[in-house]
């Protein structure tokens, strides 16, 4: 087996979207596969730095990409996001993997960009594995968000361009000599907690590399994106300070001014001064109901839709809104935001087409309409195909058509008059394209709509004989729950094992804090325990000092009586939830009811990968039905389920800071 490691030619994209299409543990999954020319359309938006392909035979086996964006997230100055790094199953016990990751690194050291991110499901440990081995550090969010994924940054480039003109001939040639960054770096631990140590005020991480006989330590910045000390001692003991040479970019601080709002009608107006986001809120709804990107001055650095990079904006007050201006040396992008009448107006003039824009529809229960088709229930993998690991793939809505989002409280609808990608049901990608007047015209609208009565749950007869809950401190929540002879919760315990993105599941029933559901950055995330201690406050009850939530069982021998479970947790934590998280005994394929704005649905758990409910029932092992609800019912109370290769996994989800209630109980037929 003689492998090749090259950079990617035209020629590739086919037996590259082959090689996706073939294993479902690709790390860019889209329903229903991706084609060659979707593949080529994705390199060329992502503004690919680099992208090298391992190939056995002209058969194409492994891949590895650099971007300065992905969609999802956009690179600062100086850094570039790791992606699309896949290896065929039958090549990962090689070298395959190490060779890949280093030829990958060397190209950053000789190109300038020094700081390398990526992301990966902390639950696929030999991945997250590898990136620590070979230097990758936490110095964000350490929990997965939304998308299952913690991102992970990698330094050693920058140390290494920092240092290098003041290391030596002996350094220089065992550095040239290096096959693989895992022999290089101090081992840290694979636990999901930040690397980060604060220094002086200063957020910076620390590297211990051995180069040879040499071992090189270095203080980075991170937020600054450069190094601040360095030091080498040699193998007689001996060590000197190195000069470090200032990275050949500047990050742009943020400045994070208050968000400039304006309001009308039950609507507000958020817009960001760093980065030109704007947010729309609406009464009566639990996070924002729209969020629009800024499309950028230069069309290959557009923000993505979970995160952008600071710019130069100005923002001046207009009637009804504002003006935002970005220029880029002689290039202006002039975007007016107003709001009237409901309708949100968006106008851009420009000197050089700028980048794209991503608008995301924050209502998570109710209906897409699509023109010509029947409306379906929100929810990712429902209705629309799920492109959000490939844009590219997203489906085209033709000028003329008129997509329309209704809730609870409101409907939204986004007139198309250019070409728009609905990458899935909720996330628009758009283009910016001039009128007769040169000028590029946005609108979406917001119709109150009068909210559906509550619905009223159903009897269900109860299942017979004694009711029996186990909980467990070590565990975090509970281990065991049965209903006369029916099994409700599934649970490793004392086991701990990986669910979904979760790599510590060991109660089949436990509470934790999460980033806020409508959070732009993360999402909500996947119910990974923290590692501290919790303490038994009630038989059926616990507390965690780390957390400061507190949580108990009431569960009535008579089983016509649903449990109760009560959950408190500190006030005064802004963008935050309080999940409470059941993993249900459930076949592997097994059908959910939810009550979603006021409508019933039932669907196949294969059909969907998420969804946001008012109430729930999933259908158990034996065939009696599990039913979720909130205790006193309240916008701000939902549940989402998700469907994984583990199981199904449901989260009752409300906003922390203060007492929630749930009610669960098992039946004969669904409760909604």
């Known amino acids: 087996m003689s492998i090749t490691i090259r950079p990617y030619e035209q020629g590739d994209a086919h037996d590259i979207a082959e090689l996706y299409n073939r294993h479902r543990d690709n ?52 850094e ?13 016990n090689g070298v395959i993997t190490g060779r890949l990751f280093t030829e990958a690194v060397e190209w950053m050291v000789r190109s300038g960009c020094l700081v390398l991110r990526l ?52 350094v ?3 550095l040239g000599g290096l096959n693989s960054f895992g022999t290089v770096t101090e081992s840290r631990d694979d636990e999901l907690r930040s690397d980060v140590r604060v220094v002086d005020g200063v957020r910076t991480v620390d590297y211990c590399l051995a180069v040879g006989e040499f071992r090189l330590t270095a203080s980075v910045d991170v937020d600054r994106g450069a190094v601040r000390r360095a030091e080498l001692a040699g193998p007689g003991g001996d060590s000197r300070e190195l000069r470090v040479a200032e990275p050949p970019y500047r990050i742009r601080a943020a400045r994070r001014p208050a968000p400039h709002r304006f309001a009308s009608g039950g609507l ?30 230069r069309a290959d650095r557009p923000a993505g839709w979970r995160e952008g990079e600071p ?57 897409l309409a699509l023109d010509g088709e029947e409306p379906g229930p929100l929810g990712l993998g429902l209705g629309v195909r799920d492109a959000s690991e490939v844009v590219a793939a997203a489906r085209v809505l033709p000028p003329g058509s008129e997509p329309a989002w209704t809730g609870t409280g409101w409907t939204v609808r986004t007139p198309v008059r250019e070409p728009v990608r609905l990458i899935h049901s909720g996330l628009l990608e758009r283009g910016l394209e001039p009128g007769p007047d040169g000028v590029a015209r946005l609108r979406t609208e917001f119709h109150r709509r009068t909210a559906p009565g509550g619905r009223t749950a159903p009897a269900v007869r109860p299942l017979e004989g004694p009711r029996r809950v186990q909980l467990d401190a070590a565990a975090a929540g509970v281990t ?5 002879m029916v099994k409700v919760l599934r649970s490793p315990h004392p086991r701990v094992r990986a669910f979904g993105n979760n790599p510590r599941w060991s109660a089949g029933l436990w509470v934790t804090a999460e980033p806020a559901r409508h959070s732009r950055a993360t999402g909500l995330g996947w119910g990974v325990r ?31 009586a649903p449990v109760r479970v009560a959950l408190s947790s500190p006030a005064g934590v802004a963008e935050e939830e309080t999940v409470l998280w059941l993993t249900p005994h459930t076949a592997r394929r097994t059908t959910v009811a939810v009550d979603s704005a006021g409508s019933r649905w039932e669907l196949d758990s294969a059909d969907f990968r998420q969804l946001w409910a008012a109430a729930a029932a999933v259908r158990l092992a034996d065939g009696s039905w599990l039913t979720c609800r909130p205790a006193v019912p309240a916008a701000e109370a939902e549940i989402v389920l998700r469907t994984t290769p583990s199981g199904l996994l449901v989260g009752c989800v409300a906003p922390a800071g203060g007492d929630t209630a749930w009610h669960l109980s098992v039946g004969h037929a669904p409760g909604v």
Request: proline share 6%.
């Open 530 to 560: 923290s590692t501290g201690a919790w303490e038994h406050k009630h038989p059926l009850g616990l507390y965690g000092p780390q957390e400061g939530i507190a949580w108990e069982l009431d569960a009535p021998g008579d089983t016509a």
């Open 27 to 78: 790390p860019n999954p889209v329903a229903g596969g991706i084609t060659g020319d979707e593949l080529r359309r994705e390199l060329a938006e992502r503004d690919t730095a680099t992208f090298l392909v391992a190939v056995d035979g002209g058969r194409v086996v492994g891949t590895f990409g650099l971007f300065h964006n992905t969609g999802r997230r956009s690179a600062r100055a100086g």
């Open 172 to 174: 220089r040639a065992a």
């Open 80 to 92: 570039l996001i790791a992606d699309m790094f896949f290896v065929a199953p039958a090549y990962r």
């Open 119 to 170: 992301t990966v499901n902390p639950a696929n440990t030999v991945a997250f594995r590898l990136y620590r081995r070979v230097g990758c550090v936490s110095v964000g969010q350490t929990v997965p968000g939304e998308d299952g994924n913690v991102e992970l940054h990698n330094y050693i480039p920058l140390i290494l361009r920092s240092v290098f003109a003041d290391l030596g001939p002996e």
């Open 480 to 484: 065991s729950w049965k209903e006369g």
């Open 311 to 367: 710019r130069d904006l100005e923002l001046v007050p207009v009637p009804g809104g504002v003006r935002i201006t970005e220029r880029c040396g002689e290039d202006e992008v002039v975007g007016t935001v107003t709001l009237d009448g409901g309708v949100l107006s968006q106008d851009f003039a420009f000197t050089r087409r700028p980048g794209r824009l991503f608008q995301t529809v924050g209502l998570r229960q109710g209906t």
């Open 268 to 297: 507000a107006v958020e817009v960001d001064g760093d980065e030109g986001t704007v947010r729309v809120l609406a009464d009566g709804h639990h996070g924002p109901v729209f969020v629009s990107t800024w499309p950028a001055c």
